[in-house]
Nanobody, 115 residues
Framework: QVQPVESGGGLVQPGGSLRLSCAAS????????MRWYRQVPGKERQWVAS???????DYADFVKGRFTISRDNARNMVYLQMNTLKPDDTAVYYC?????????WGQGTQVTVSS
């Protein structure tokens, strides 16, 4: 399987935390930037965070200080630690790999923030 596979979503109360995981095959992970996006039905997809192969990270303003992206190059894994979650963070979260052959998208994992 070439597409990334996300996991770790679920229901959490406002102020809580979740850690999303993304497993990718070596062919689309090794040496490439990885990104997290999110989408709410009926709304445009939003970029959330990026990480380069060397570990440089970048974040959308609406998650700065709350979310942390990381990667384990030995395991071909990417993570998104989400803290201080808000109801507005409710969305399907997608992991993507950006390669010269194109972008590879996972199926997504649902995150619901609600009391």
């Amino acid at each position: 399987q070439v597409q990334p596979v996300e996991s770790g979503g679920g229901l959490v109360q406002p102020g809580g935390s979740l850690r999303l995981s993304c497993a990718a095959s070596r062919s689309i992970f090794n040496g490439y930037a990885m990104r997290w996006y999110r989408q709410v039905p009926g709304k445009e997809r939003q970029w959330v965070a990026s990480i380069t192969p060397g570990g440089y990270t970048d974040y959308a303003d609406f998650v700065k200080g709350r979310f942390t992206i990381s990667r384990d190059n030995a395991r071909n894994m990417v993570y998104l630690q989400m803290n201080t979650l808000k109801p507005d963070d409710t969305a399907v979260y997608y992991c993507t790999a950006s390669t010269p052959r194109g972008d590879y998208w996972g199926q997504g994992t649902q995150v619901t923030v609600s009391s």
